[in-house]
């Protein structure tokens, strides 16, 4: 099957509006290849099977497959952009974006994932910046209609890691990540946050908080809770265990950034 394996029997929200126009020209062959597989056909890793379900275990299911295609969808469609923000394609941040999709669903659907980007620059280069751009901010428009906050938010911690994937970090990446994240209807301060997950500094920890040194322990308090709340793993579950396992990890560090914080203040 083409991309059906990966995508499965149900596209959801993605398969229309401004995404499905990006997409427009798989949409097709997703299509063709799902209907072929009649009523036996797999949802993806996991999922169930019309043969092995109630009819309200199916539809639930196929809902539940729906949206988590329509996250991977729309995280390709997003890292078209953030990839050739700096009007480079690094070979380092494709290769992540495959790596995402090997390990959860296989080889042939990275080899998939890698002709849909290659697509989406092409279509990029053909519409020209300006035109792809607004395409983008409709796209996040829609995401934005579609997912929850916390979802929203694992997505952009994922271009976040694109991103930072060659060990560096352009001006012209970071404008973008922070143009998606206001298209999408979060705060442009989440990706300054996200950007510092990783560092070592009392100055990092503060910056993952959003919170200035200067802020008092109550303040600091009220940030992190705020942000335990909404990237809580558990938000994002029903989008499959691989997005709940990236969540935890970005969990365990925000909370490595607040034990700093804590200690440094003797709290």
Same mark, same amino acid.
């Given at each position: 099957?083409?991309?059906?394996?990966?995508?499965?029997?149900?596209?959801?929200?993605?398969?229309?509006?401004?995404?499905?126009?990006?997409?427009?020209?798989?949409?097709?062959?997703?299509?063709?290849?799902?209907?072929?597989?009649?009523?036996?056909?797999?949802?993806?890793?996991?999922?169930?099977?019309?043969?092995?379900?109630? /009819?309200?275990?199916? %539809?639930?299911?196929? $809902?539940?497959?729906?949206?988590?295609?329509?996250? #991977? !969808? =729309?995280? @390709? *469609?997003?890292?078209?952009?953030?990839?050739?923000?700096?009007?480079?394609?690094?070979?380092?941040?494709?290769?992540?974006?495959?790596?995402?999709?090997?390990?959860?669903?296989?080889?042939?659907?990275?080899?998939?994932?890698?002709?849909?980007?290659?697509?989406?620059?092409?279509?990029?280069?053909?519409?020209?910046?300006?035109?792809?751009?607004?395409?983008?901010? /409709?796209?996040?428009? %829609?995401?934005?209609? $579609?997912?929850?906050?916390?979802?929203?938010?694992? #997505? !952009? =911690?994922? @271009? *976040?890691?694109?991103?930072?994937?060659?060990?560096?970090?352009?001006?012209?990446?970071?404008?973008?990540?922070?143009?998606?994240?206001?298209?999408?209807?979060?705060?442009?301060?989440?990706?300054?946050?996200?950007?510092?997950?990783?560092?070592?500094?009392?100055?990092?920890?503060?910056?993952?908080?959003?919170?200035?040194?200067?802020?008092?322990?109550?303040?600091?308090?009220?940030?992190?809770?705020?942000?335990?709340?909404?990237?809580?793993?558990?938000?994002?579950?029903? !989008?499959?265990?691989? *997005?709940?396992?990236?969540?935890?990890?970005?969990?365990?560090?925000?909370?490595?950034?607040?034990?700093?914080?804590?200690?440094?203040?003797?709290?």
């Amino acid at each position: 099957m083409a991309f059906g394996k990966w995508i499965g029997g149900y596209l959801g929200w993605s398969a229309a509006g401004p995404i499905g126009a990006l997409i427009g020209f798989l949409i097709g062959a997703v299509i063709d290849a799902v209907s072929g597989d009649g009523a036996t056909l797999s949802l993806g890793s996991g999922g169930f099977t019309s043969s092995d379900a109630s /009819d309200d275990d199916w %539809q639930q299911s196929r $809902q539940q497959q729906g949206n988590r295609n329509s996250f #991977l !969808l =729309s995280m @390709l *469609v997003l890292s078209s952009y953030i990839i050739k923000a700096d009007g480079r394609i690094m070979h380092s941040e494709m290769e992540l974006v495959r790596q995402m999709l090997r390990q959860n669903f296989g080889d042939v659907a990275a080899e998939q994932g890698d002709q849909i980007l290659k697509r989406l620059f092409e279509e990029q280069k053909q519409m020209g910046l300006s035109a792809y751009r607004q395409s983008i901010a /409709d796209s996040c428009r %829609q995401i934005a209609a $579609q997912m929850d906050y916390s979802q929203r938010l694992q #997505l !952009l =911690s994922f @271009l *976040v890691m694109i991103a930072q994937a060659d060990g560096n970090v352009a001006d012209a990446e970071v404008v973008a990540l922070r143009e998606v994240a206001q298209w999408m209807s979060l705060q442009v301060s989440e990706v300054d946050s996200m950007l510092h997950l990783k560092g070592d500094s009392l100055d990092d920890a503060y910056k993952v908080l959003g919170v200035s040194p200067d802020a008092t322990d109550d303040e600091q308090k009220k940030a992190y809770r705020k942000l335990a709340l909404e990237h809580h793993p558990d938000r994002v579950a029903k !989008l499959g265990d691989d *997005v709940r396992l990236a969540a935890e990890k970005k969990f365990q560090e925000i909370n490595a950034a607040k034990e700093k914080i804590w200690k440094a203040r003797g709290l």
